[in-house]
């Protein structure tokens, strides 16, 4: 069983940064990719950004672009989304989301992200 657990969410002006984490445990986890996805409101949980666990391959959502940089420490099984510029419509919670074999397999409890403007 694959644990995630999301932090570094929480309230920021417009403008503002905030950096989120997702740890990994579990005696069997083992990853393809990983990624960020988010749900605001009354809202359908949209994708955010994904990096591939061996190389390092990235992608976002264009909202984000720019703005959004997703990374991983493998010898710490932690992915980071450093978010800039931050908007009033990032406001969400965030989760992570653990791919492996075509599916994602384990997801976090999710991290307030709230952005006043």
């Known amino acids: 069983q694959v644990q995630l657990v999301e932090s570094g969410g929480g309230l920021v002006q417009a403008g503002g940064s905030l950096r989120l984490s997702c740890a990994a445990s579990?005696?069997?986890?083992?990853?393809?990719?990983m990624s960020w996805f988010r749900q605001a409101p009354g809202k359908e949980r949209e994708f955010v950004a994904r990096?591939?666990?061996?190389?390092?391959?990235?992608s976002y959502a264009d909202s984000v672009k720019g703005r959004f940089t997703i990374s991983r420490d493998n010898a710490k099984n932690t992915m980071y989304l450093q978010m800039n510029s931050l908007k009033p419509e990032d406001t969400a919670v965030y989760y992570c989301?653990?791919?492996?074999?075509?599916?994602?397999?384990?997801w976090g409890q999710g991290t307030q992200v709230t952005v006043s403007s």
């Open positions: 579990g005696r069997t986890f083992v990853s393809h990719a």
């Open positions: 989301a653990n791919y492996y074999r075509g599916e994602y397999n384990s």
């Open positions: 990096i591939n666990w061996s190389e390092g391959r990235t």
